[in-house]
């Protein structure tokens, strides 16, 4: 079966400081790969999505950016953190149509 | 621009009864839509997908419906639990797109 992994689960941060959230699935194969953040009183915003190795678009101008350096593996970075940038971030992979989310990382920056 | 309505967005409910959560969404050209469960502080939980050729599907005591020419959707939950306590979310896939638009969710409470 598939599973999704997704690490760290909880990040403090201090303003200007650089992020790393990785995401990994197993179980399957050339997944559609995505990164949503969910903010207090906002909903979920899609914030980039990824169909292959490489192949990143981007929904929000942020200073946020992703990579697949790997079929299965998705990474959310920034170079340096706002306040703003506090959320609590998901990933998520799909096939044929139907969405899997993992358990996310609660980023709070200081 | 398609969006996506979720009322109420809290329900308080008494241990037992059956509810009704309500979706709805602008854009008649989806192309599945999904429901969803999140507990505090976790990720999403797939509940139902219903394809835009399907009027419902049910999985135990969940029964969702779809009604694409009245932008419209259904999620039925019989005889509730109070673990069944979570906010519930649906969220559209357009036509020719890998986006999915989230409603806000509605937040449940089934009180014991």
């Known amino acids: 079966s598939q599973t999704i992994h997704q690490w760290p689960a909880t990040l403090v941060q201090p303003v200007g400081s650089p992020l790393s959230l990785e995401c990994t699935v197993e179980?399957?194969?050339?997944?559609?790969l995505y990164w949503y953040r969910q903010a207090a009183g906002r909903g979920l915003q899609l914030l980039f999505y990824?169909?292959?190795?490489?192949?990143i678009s981007s929904e929000v101008p942020q200073n946020l950016s992703a990579s697949r350096p790997q079929d299965r593996q998705f990474i959310l970075s920034s170079k340096k953190l706002l306040l703003s940038d506090s959320g609590f971030y998901l990933c998520a992979w799909s096939v044929r149509g139907e969405l899997f989310f993992g358990e996310g990382s609660r980023l709070t920056v200081l | 621009k398609q969006e996506v309505t979720q009322i109420p967005a809290a329900l308080s409910v008494p241990e037992g009864e059956n509810l009704v959560l309500n979706c709805s969404f602008t854009?008649?050209?989806?192309?599945?839509l999904q429901w969803f469960r999140q507990d505090p502080g976790k990720g999403l939980t797939s509940l139902l997908l219903i394809q835009s050729s399907q009027r419902e599907q049910t999985s135990g005591r969940l029964n969702a419906s779809l009604d694409k020419s009245s932008g419209r959707s259904t999620l039925y939950i019989a005889a509730s639990q109070p673990g069944d306590s979570a906010t519930y979310l649906c969220?559209?896939?357009?036509?020719?797109?890998?986006?999915?638009?989230f409603g806000s969710g509605t937040r449940l409470l089934v009180r014991p």
């Open positions: 854009d008649s050209a989806i192309y599945n």
């Open positions: 990824s169909v292959g190795i490489g192949q």
């Open positions: 179980g399957t194969s050339n997944p559609n």
């Open positions: 969220a559209v896939r357009a036509d020719s797109s890998y986006k999915l638009i």
